[in-house]
């Protein structure tokens, strides 16, 4: 059993060490029992036993992939298949106390679909849910493979990226926003093209909390959405705005 997942070995083993005895009661009724010789009664136990040991392990990776299943679905937004809400606050949370405590850079990045009610009256809602499906492909076709993006709601995305300096973010957000306006939605028969807002907000060391952090993110993208959407609106350390 040395193959198995920890869990599982010990279920496994839990389960295990009562079927020794219970074949060796066996072996000893049906000799009894059917006058059969010891080889005979021992290798009637001895199959039964491992019939036994074979569904108790079934059921143990059964119950596994359930479980397995369940927490994926506790995290997961089931439209887009990326992090929900819940779950990114979780990890943002560690992430900022990481980043204060050894004087990292920490970003967000906030991402909204611009005129998503708009495509909905005109498509249907299955319409705008494939772009939003779309969105999340391109997001995390961009990020690397330590960041973290999930749909807060709506057309709400946001993105943590770790240990991100401002250029490094600047240079993300500014190749997420071509990737977006690059990207087309067929749906009906037709193509569906959008823009998308982005709203940056950078911290390092920075004695703040993640709700003042979100909020700042959260105007950066409302104020990019207000200087028409399709840009990129940078709120700093220091609290300075830049829009391109």
């Known amino acids: 059993m040395s193959g198995l997942p920890d869990g599982l070995r010990i279920r496994a083993w839990a389960w295990f060490w009562p079927v020794p005895l219970t074949a060796l009661v066996l072996a000893a009724a049906v000799y009894a029992a059917a006058g059969a010789s010891p080889m005979l009664a021992a290798g009637l136990a001895a199959l039964l036993g491992a019939g036994?040991?074979?569904?108790?392990?079934?059921?143990?990776r059964r119950q596994d992939r359930a479980a397995e299943k369940l927490r994926a679905l506790s995290i997961v937004d089931d439209l887009t298949d990326v992090y929900n809400r819940r779950f990114f606050l979780e990890q943002a949370e560690r992430e900022l106390a990481k980043a204060q405590r050894y004087g990292?850079?920490?970003?967000?990045?906030?991402?909204?679909?611009?005129?998503?009610?708009?495509?909905?009256?005109?498509?249907g809602q299955r319409a705008g849910d494939a772009v939003l499906q779309a969105v999340a492909n391109t997001c995390l076709n961009e990020l690397r493979a330590m960041d973290i993006v999930a749909r807060m709601?709506?057309?709400?995305?946001?993105?943590?990226?770790?240990?991100?300096?401002?250029?490094?973010?600047?240079?993300?957000?500014?190749?997420?926003?071509?990737?977006?306006?690059?990207?087309?939605?067929?749906?009906?028969?037709?193509?569906?093209?959008?823009?998308a807002s982005i709203g940056v907000k950078t911290a390092e060391g920075e004695g703040v909390s993640l709700d003042a952090l979100l909020a700042a993110a959260t105007d950066a993208v409302a104020e990019a959405k207000r200087r028409g959407g399709g840009c990129i609106v940078v709120c700093d350390a220091v609290g300075d705005s830049t829009a391109f």
């Open 52 to 60: 036994i040991v074979a569904a108790l392990l079934l059921r143990a």
């Open 104 to 123: 990292t850079p920490f970003a967000l990045v906030a991402v909204t679909v611009d005129g998503l009610k708009h495509i909905n009256e005109r498509h």
């Open 153 to 195: 709601g709506g057309a709400e995305f946001m993105c943590l990226l770790p240990e991100s300096d401002k250029i490094d973010l600047v240079a993300f957000a500014s190749r997420l926003l071509d990737a977006l306006e690059e990207t087309v939605v067929a749906y009906g028969g037709e193509e569906i093209r959008f823009s």
